[in-house]
C-alpha cells in the first residue's frame, strides 16, 4: 500500500509539473509563430521594395552580378536581403520563445547568433564594395594603358582587379573573425612579396629608367632647363 502512495504521488507531481509548464510551453508556441508570420511578410515587403528601387538593375550595371556568375555565384539582391531578414526575426522569434521555456543555454546562444549577424551583413558588403572597386579600377587601368599606347594594358589591369578582390576578401574574414592571425601573417606576407618584387624589379631592371626620372625630379625642383 505504503508503495501504491508513492508511485501515485510521484504521478501526481509530475502531472502538475506538466500542467504548470504547459502555459509556458503554449505561450513560447504562439509567440513562435507570430515571429514566423512576420519574418515571412517582412521577407516578402523587402523583395519587393528592392524590386521597385531596382536594386538589381543597378547591381548589374556596376558588373556585381557577372563577376559573381564566373565563380558560380548567381546574386538576386532581393531574395538575399529578404532572406537576411526573414531569418533575423526567426531567430529573435526562437529567442523569444527560449526565453518563455526558460531554456537559458538556447538563449544565450541565439542571442550570439543575432549579434554575429551584423558581421556577415557587414562581410557581404566589403565584398560587393570590393567587386565593384575592383572592375572600376580594372576598367580605368586598362583605359589608362591603352590610351598611353603602352602594352599589357590587360595584365596590368588584371592585377589591379585581383588585388583588390584578394585584399576585400581578406577584410571579410577579418570582419568574419575567422582565423584573423592567419589572416594578418598573410597579408603581411603578401605587402612583403609585392615590395621584394618590386624592388628587385626596379633595381634589376629599371635602372635607366629610374635615372631618368629622378634627373627630371632634380631638374624640377631647381628649376634647371
Known amino acids: 500500500m505504503q508503495a501504491v502512495d508513492v508511485i501515485q504521488g510521484s504521478v501526481l507531481g509530475l502531472w502538475n509539473s506538466i500542467l504548470s509548464y504547459l502555459p509556458n510551453v503554449l505561450g513560447a508556441s504562439v509567440v513562435f509563430l507570430i515571429g514566423l508570420v512576420i519574418a515571412a511578410v517582412l521577407q516578402t515587403v523587402v523583395e519587393k521594395l528592392v524590386k521597385l528601387l531596382r536594386v538589381d538593375e543597378l547591381v548589374g550595371k556596376l558588373e556585381v552580378k557577372q563577376s559573381l556568375e564566373k565563380v558560380g555565384i548567381r546574386l538576386h539582391v532581393g531574395k538575399l536581403l529578404g532572406w537576411i531578414v526573414k531569418w533575423f526575426f526567426v531567430i529573435v522569434a526562437l529567442i523569444a520563445a527560449t526565453d518563455i521555456l526558460g531554456w537559458d543555454q538556447v538563449t544565450v546562444y541565439l542571442r550570439q547568433v543575432v549579434e554575429y549577424i551584423p558581421n556577415v551583413i557587414i562581410a557581404v558588403i566589403i565584398l560587393l564594395a570590393g567587386i565593384i572597386l575592383a572592375n572600376f579600377t580594372r576598367n580605368v587601368v586598362k583605359t589608362t594603358v591603352e590610351a598611353a599606347e603602352l602594352a599589357s594594358a590587360d595584365f596590368l589591369s588584371g592585377i589591379a582587379k585581383w588585388a583588390i578582390l584578394l585584399f576585400s576578401f581578406m577584410a571579410a574574414l577579418v570582419q568574419l573573425q575567422i582565423a584573423q592571425g592567419l ?13 621584394l618584387g618590386g624592388g628587385l624589379a626596379f633595381g634589376l ?17 631647381t628649376s634647371e632647363k
Do not use: C, E, P, S
Not at 626620372?213 to 625642383?221: C, S, T
Open 183 to 195: 589572416i594578418n601573417t598573410l597579408f603581411t606576407g603578401l605587402i612583403a612579396m609585392l615590395a
Open 205 to 221: 631592371g629599371g635602372k635607366d629608367h629610374a635615372a631618368r626620372v629622378l634627373d627630371r625630379l632634380r631638374k624640377d625642383l
